[in-house]
C-alpha cells in the first residue's frame, strides 16, 4: 500500500528529501521510478499527472487530448497489463482544393493532388509536403530541420491507439511510486544553495518550502528556465534557443459513420489535421482536429466555442456528415508548449538527454533527447537519464 504524502511544509520541517522531482509528466515519472529507492517527492502543478499525454473519456469512449499517437510497451522497463492497440485503416488522406485524395502513403496522396496542376506543380508539391509535417509537428514548416521536414513527407505514421489511451502509461508509471506524486501543488522557485536545494511552491493557496539534496525539473524548457535562478549560462542559453509548436486541439464525439481513413491532412481547412477514431459502435467515432501554428495563433483569445464551431464548418465538406446535428459532445484544449521544435540550429549541450543546470539541479524532457527530442518515448528516456544524473550527483556527498 502506497503511503499518502505527508503535508509538504510538515515534511520540511523534519527532514531534508533525497529528491523532488518537479513535473509529474512522463519525464518526471520517469525519474521517479529510476530514483523509486530514494523516494522522491513528485510535485505536478495540475491536478492529474502526464504533462501532455492527457486521455479523455466520454461515452465510454477514451481518445487524446494530447500525444496523438500510442505508446509502446518496450519503452518502460518493465511489462505490464495494456489494452490492445486498435488496428488503423488502410488509408490515410490529403483534403486540397475542395478534393480528398487518399492513399496508402503521404507520397501517393500528393501525387494524386498534383494531378494536373501544371507549372505551379514544384511549388504546389513542397507547400503539400510540408503540411504532412502538421500530423506530428504543429510548428511553422520553416523552422525545422531539412530532415524532419523530409522525413514527415514521406512517413506514413501508425496510430498504434489503445483503447485505454496513453493514460494507461502514466497510469502505470504514477502507481509504481510511493510516495504517490502530489497534485494541485506549483513550485515558483527551485534553487541550488549548495548542500541542498531549495523547493519554494504553493498549496492550497498558502506557501510551503521543501529541502532537499537534489532535484529533477521535468517541465518545458521555459518553465524550466523560469524556476532556476543563476543556473548555467550555457544552459539558460540552449533554454532559450529551444522553441515549440503551439497547438489547439478540438474533440467532437459524434453520431456517425466515419469514413476508413486512420488520419487526414488538410492545408486549405482552418485546422492542419483530422484524425479519426473509430470505435465499437459503428455509430459513434471520435473526430479529433489539430490548429497548429498560424492556426492556433489565430485563436488566441477566443472561446472554446469559437474553434468548435470553425470545426463544424470545415468538416462538412470533407466527411460529408451533418456534424452540427451529429455531435454527442465536444472538447477543446489549448498547448502554448505543444511539442518542440526540431530546428537545425538545435544543439543539445553535452550528450546525456538530461541536462545538469546547477550542481544539484537535474533538467529533464523530450526536448532534451536528441536526436528526435520531442514525443513520449523521448520524454521517458530524458527521465531515466535525469535520474542517473541525480545519482551522481548525489554520490559526492
Same mark, same amino acid.
Given at each position: 500500500?502506497?503511503?499518502?504524502? =505527508?503535508?509538504?511544509?510538515? =515534511?520540511? &520541517?523534519?527532514?531534508?528529501?533525497? !529528491?523532488?522531482?518537479?513535473?509529474?509528466?512522463?519525464? %518526471?515519472? &520517469?525519474?521517479?521510478?529510476?530514483?523509486?529507492?530514494?523516494?522522491?517527492? !513528485?510535485?505536478?502543478?495540475?491536478?492529474?499527472? *502526464?504533462?501532455?499525454?492527457?486521455?479523455?473519456?466520454?461515452?465510454?469512449?477514451?481518445y487524446?487530448?494530447?500525444?496523438?499517437?500510442?505508446?509502446?510497451?518496450?519503452?518502460?522497463?518493465?511489462?505490464?497489463?495494456?489494452?490492445?492497440?486498435?488496428?488503423?485503416?488502410?488509408?490515410?488522406?490529403?483534403?486540397?482544393?475542395?478534393r480528398?485524395?487518399?492513399?496508402?502513403?503521404?507520397?501517393?496522396?500528393?501525387?494524386?493532388?498534383?494531378?494536373?496542376?501544371?507549372?505551379?506543380?514544384?511549388?504546389?508539391?513542397?507547400?503539400l509536403?510540408?503540411?504532412?509535417? #502538421?500530423?506530428?509537428?504543429?510548428?511553422?514548416?520553416?523552422?525545422?530541420?531539412?530532415?524532419?521536414?523530409?522525413?514527415?513527407?514521406?512517413?506514413?505514421?501508425?496510430?498504434?491507439?489503445?483503447?485505454? *489511451?496513453?493514460?494507461?502509461? !502514466?497510469?502505470?508509471?504514477?502507481?509504481?511510486?510511493?510516495?504517490?506524486?502530489?497534485?494541485?501543488?506549483?513550485?515558483?522557485?527551485?534553487?541550488?544553495?549548495?548542500?541542498?536545494?531549495? !523547493?519554494?511552491?504553493?498549496?492550497?493557496?498558502?506557501?510551503?518550502?521543501?529541502?532537499?539534496?537534489?532535484?529533477?525539473?521535468?517541465?518545458?524548457?521555459?518553465?524550466?528556465?523560469?524556476?532556476?535562478?543563476?543556473?548555467?549560462?550555457?544552459?539558460?542559453?540552449?533554454?532559450?534557443?529551444?522553441?515549440?509548436?503551439?497547438?489547439?486541439?478540438?474533440?467532437?464525439?459524434?453520431r456517425?459513420?466515419?469514413?476508413?481513413?486512420?488520419y487526414?491532412?488538410?492545408?486549405?481547412?482552418?485546422?492542419?489535421?483530422?484524425?479519426? =477514431?473509430?470505435?465499437?459502435?459503428?455509430?459513434?467515432?471520435?473526430?479529433?482536429?489539430?490548429?497548429g #501554428?498560424?492556426?492556433?495563433?489565430?485563436?488566441?483569445? #477566443?472561446?472554446?466555442?469559437?474553434?468548435?464551431?470553425?470545426?463544424?464548418?470545415?468538416?462538412?465538406?470533407?466527411?460529408?456528415?451533418?456534424?452540427?446535428?451529429a455531435?454527442?459532445?465536444?472538447?477543446?484544449?489549448?498547448?502554448?508548449?505543444?511539442?518542440?521544435?526540431?530546428?537545425?540550429?538545435? +544543439?543539445?549541450? %553535452?550528450?546525456?538527454?538530461?541536462?545538469?543546470?546547477?550542481?544539484?539541479?537535474?533538467?529533464?524532457?523530450?526536448?532534451?533527447?536528441?536526436?528526435?527530442?520531442?514525443?513520449?518515448r523521448?520524454?521517458?528516456? +530524458?527521465?531515466?537519464?535525469?535520474?542517473?544524473?541525480?545519482?551522481?550527483?548525489?554520490?559526492?556527498?
Amino acid at each position: 500500500m502506497r503511503r499518502p504524502l =505527508q503535508d509538504p511544509a510538515r =515534511q520540511a &520541517s523534519k527532514k531534508v528529501i533525497d !529528491v523532488v522531482i518537479v513535473g509529474g509528466g512522463l519525464a %518526471g515519472l &520517469s525519474a521517479a521510478y529510476h530514483l523509486r529507492d530514494l523516494e522522491p517527492v !513528485v510535485l505536478e502543478r495540475e491536478p492529474r499527472c *502526464g504533462g501532455r499525454v492527457w486521455s479523455a473519456r466520454n461515452d465510454g469512449v477514451t481518445y487524446e487530448m494530447g500525444a496523438a499517437f500510442g505508446f509502446r510497451k518496450e519503452w518502460l522497463p518493465f511489462d505490464f497489463e495494456a489494452s490492445p492497440p486498435d488496428e488503423d485503416a488502410p488509408l490515410i488522406g490529403l483534403f486540397t482544393g475542395g478534393r480528398l485524395v487518399t492513399g496508402r502513403s503521404p507520397g501517393a496522396c500528393i501525387a494524386g493532388a498534383l494531378e494536373g496542376a501544371g507549372a505551379a506543380k514544384a511549388v504546389r508539391e513542397q507547400a503539400l509536403r510540408d503540411a504532412f509535417l #502538421h500530423v506530428i509537428h504543429p510548428g511553422d514548416p520553416d523552422a525545422y530541420s531539412p530532415s524532419a521536414r523530409e522525413r514527415s513527407a514521406t512517413s506514413r505514421y501508425a496510430t498504434r491507439r489503445r483503447r485505454g *489511451g496513453n493514460a494507461e502509461l !502514466v497510469d502505470v508509471l504514477a502507481s509504481r511510486l510511493d510516495p504517490a506524486p502530489r497534485l494541485s501543488i506549483p513550485v515558483q522557485v527551485v534553487a541550488d544553495e549548495g548542500t541542498t536545494v531549495r !523547493v519554494s511552491a504553493r498549496r492550497n493557496g498558502e506557501s510551503v518550502t521543501l529541502r532537499a539534496r537534489a532535484a529533477v525539473v521535468a517541465t518545458t524548457a521555459p518553465e524550466a528556465a523560469a524556476l532556476v535562478p543563476n543556473m548555467k549560462p550555457t544552459v539558460r542559453d540552449y533554454l532559450e534557443r529551444v522553441q515549440y509548436g503551439h497547438v489547439v486541439v478540438v474533440a467532437l464525439g459524434v453520431r456517425a459513420r466515419l469514413p476508413e481513413l486512420t488520419y487526414v491532412v488538410t492545408p486549405d481547412a482552418p485546422m492542419d489535421m483530422v484524425l479519426l =477514431q473509430r470505435t465499437d459502435d459503428p455509430e459513434l467515432g471520435v473526430i479529433t482536429c489539430y490548429f497548429g #501554428h498560424h492556426a492556433a495563433a489565430d485563436l488566441d483569445g #477566443h472561446s472554446d466555442s469559437d474553434p468548435i464551431e470553425r470545426t463544424i464548418v470545415s468538416l462538412g465538406p470533407l466527411l460529408e456528415i451533418d456534424i452540427a446535428r451529429a455531435i454527442e459532445f465536444t472538447r477543446v484544449k489549448d498547448w502554448r508548449y505543444g511539442g518542440t521544435v526540431v530546428s537545425a540550429g538545435l +544543439s543539445i549541450p %553535452g550528450t546525456s538527454k538530461a541536462l545538469a543546470a546547477r550542481q544539484r539541479i537535474i533538467l529533464a524532457g523530450d526536448y532534451l533527447a536528441a536526436p528526435n527530442p520531442y514525443g513520449m518515448r523521448a520524454a521517458l528516456a +530524458s527521465g531515466e537519464a535525469a535520474a542517473g544524473s541525480v545519482r551522481r550527483a548525489l554520490a559526492g556527498d
